[in-house]
């Protein structure tokens, strides 16, 4: 079993539209959880970050962290086409800034 | 405010060679993490350094290698180079004890092994 897993995509939605990312992780003992965004032949942007359950909202990003499930979810609303990008899920375990990261999701946002 | 700076941006090596790949951290920053990201891959954790010394380590062999110096910038030796090698290189930079926003990447360099 992968530490973070994620649905490879691609997942497809148009403009205007909601797209929902998922992830899960095996670690029960994770801690923090990040979401990056990242462009074909770019280094991996911080989007949001989370580290209680519930939601969390900035801008048009909702992270959503469910523990018990150990289960996170970023959602995009009003999905523009420059949001097209693979969308990496994170963890980390402990104090130490070590990220595990997901293989991530392709999102395509379509005209 | 400088970000994290990562040189060189793009190279090329043959199988067999040695390569090092630099990285300066953000300006506060006094831990440093590499990553390799194969394409269509999330990035694997490498190693991770604070305070000159080696910190953690992910499941990389031997041939990779680094180093921490006293600003804080950061090395990173591959030696004996694979074609499984050629990937993206990332420097994360980041706080001691802090976590949450405070991780940083860089640009990365890529590395081209033929």
């Known amino acids: 079993q992968k530490e973070v897993e994620q649905n490879s995509g691609p997942l497809s939605v148009p403009e205007g539209a909601i797209a929902s990312l998922n992830c899960t992780y095996s670690d029960r003992g994770s801690q923090s959880f990040f979401w990056y965004r990242q462009y074909s032949g770019k280094s991996p942007e911080l989007i949001m970050f989370i580290y209680s359950n519930g939601d969390k909202e900035d801008g048009r990003f909702t992270a959503q962290l469910n523990k018990a499930s150990q289960y996170v979810s970023l959602l995009i609303r009003d999905s523009q086409p420059s949001d097209s990008a693979t969308y990496l899920c994170a963890v980390t375990t402990g104090t130490a800034s070590k990220l595990t990261f997901g293989t991530g999701t392709r999102l395509q946002v379509t005209l | 405010d400088a970000g994290v700076t990562q040189s060189p941006t793009h190279l090329i090596k043959t199988r067999g060679q040695q390569v090092t790949l630099r990285c300066s951290p953000k300006s506060g920053h006094d831990t440093v993490s590499w990553y390799q990201q194969a394409l269509g891959q999330g990035p694997q954790f490498i190693f991770q350094y604070y305070e000159e010394e080696e910190r953690q380590r992910g499941n990389f062999p031997d041939r990779f290698s680094g180093h921490q110096f006293p600003n804080y910038s950061s090395e990173l030796n591959v030696n004996a180079l694979l074609l499984g090698d050629s990937a993206l290189y990332l420097c994360?930079?980041?706080?001691?004890?802090?976590?949450?926003?405070?991780?940083?990447f860089g640009e990365g360099s890529w590395l081209t092994v033929v």
């Open positions: 994360a930079s980041s706080l001691r004890g802090h976590s949450g926003n405070t991780i940083y």
